[in-house]
């Protein structure tokens, strides 16, 4: 799809369809009263007869409106004026995307830059719209033997401006949009594959295929042999029950100098979870395709960098195996050693997440990070704390977990700390090992974190688990590309702020 911005006023504009807000309790928007003056009081006696309400998600097409040159009028639905904001833009943008896709207009002018709340930023809003319309337009088809096929697929969103000088700060957030969008599908397609399909070598082509076709991408992969060499004995351990060799994926994006310290995203990349030995009930079993989220949403993101061009080095680093059950599989009881030296006793061999995370944490010092931020479906116990509203976060450095709140907040993509307190640790006691890999039934996303704190030492690390935010279930079922929305705006604003100095 393309976006650009326009001017003029809405009654004048040639275009298929013209895209106008209605609120339930204030009635017409800005452009909606100019084209109820123009067609001689048309929207006002549709809502006065009870035609159309303004409530959130109605939509009403119109055709041929008298005095107006589009050729449609498309309603939307906002509800209250006052209680208009990104989140009922979000929803009610994504029902019109549907409906365009589903009609006639595929080149279309959206008047909805005038419905921004006053204490929102404009590019964030044409952020918003813009990664919204390409969300809802997003289809999976790659395993079915009939591709989506629209006979009037919508091609062309033109924004229109309230003023001129809105232009370039409405230009930079559809970049950003498009940019994130970019990074979201990528981690959608890759989280909706299947797991015989998406498999840690796929992941690997993957990154491969992208240094390819990004300059400022280089790649390397390590395999099940590199690992033994430097002795990854926690993620070799989570490995040991598959018949697909595992991968480490390392993409590095530079984006300026090379002496500036990166900014390290890890993923977890486990293709397929059916808990190995401590195998998990049948019941949703194949939701755990979706077990390499954390990894597939740092691609992602790392698309998304090397889309925008942004001033700054990052690292994606995708621990990827399967966890299963098999004669040579790690048993509950067993002790590793992990790449630090520390010994685990695994209590659990589904709770493999954190051992792929662990060793990927060490090798995150070879680059000497500013920042580490890992991301994984690490536990079931967030999705019961937090639900599908917010990811999880939990920091070792206040200032970091601080600045991921509010970027979430500002992408649409939130989080929510828990701490990460000293008491917490305890529950990881061994009598054999330094540590185990399971704290029990209590505060379960808190000790996974707190396990992996013990790998993160040494430098500034947060830690989002994503079990409740990267996938939705039901008749819905689908990635969700969550957090990428989140990491990008977060890397674009440690860009800007011009913490990594520009490369001249
Ligand atoms: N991938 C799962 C976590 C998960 C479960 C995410 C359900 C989303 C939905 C993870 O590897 C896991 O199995 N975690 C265990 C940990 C437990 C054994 C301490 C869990 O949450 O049950
Ligand atoms: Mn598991
Ligand atoms: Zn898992």
Redesign the pocket.
Known sequence: MDYTTTNGTAEKLRTQALIVGIYEDEGLSPSAQRIDKASEGYLSKLISQGDFSGKIERNLLLFALPGIKAERVMLMGCGEKNKFESKKLRHGWSTIIKVLEECGATDVVACLLELKPKHEDISQWARLMTETAEHASYYYDQTKSKKKALKYPLSQINFLLEQRTQQSAVARGIQWGQAIAKGVSLARDLANLPGNICTPTYLADTASKMAKEYKSLTVKILDREDMEKLGMGALLAVARGSQQSPKFICLEYKGTSSKQQPIVLIGKG?TF?S?GI?I?PAASMD??KY?MSGGASVLGTIKACAELKLSLNVVALVPCTE?LPDGNATKPGDIVTSLSGQTIEIL?T????RLILCDALTYSKHYHPKIVIDVA?????C?IALGAHASGLLSNDQDLANSLLSTGQMSNDPVWQLPLWEDYQQQLKSNFADMAN?GGREA?TIT?ACFLSRFAEDFSWAHLDI??TAWNSGKDKGATGRPVPLLTQYLIQYAQAGVVPKNK
């Not at 479906?377 to 116990?381: C, I, N």
């Open positions: 486990i979870d808990g401590s998990k939701e755990m077990d966890n659990n589904d709770a493999e997440g479906t690490l536990t079931g116990a999705v399971v379960g996974a079990a409740g």
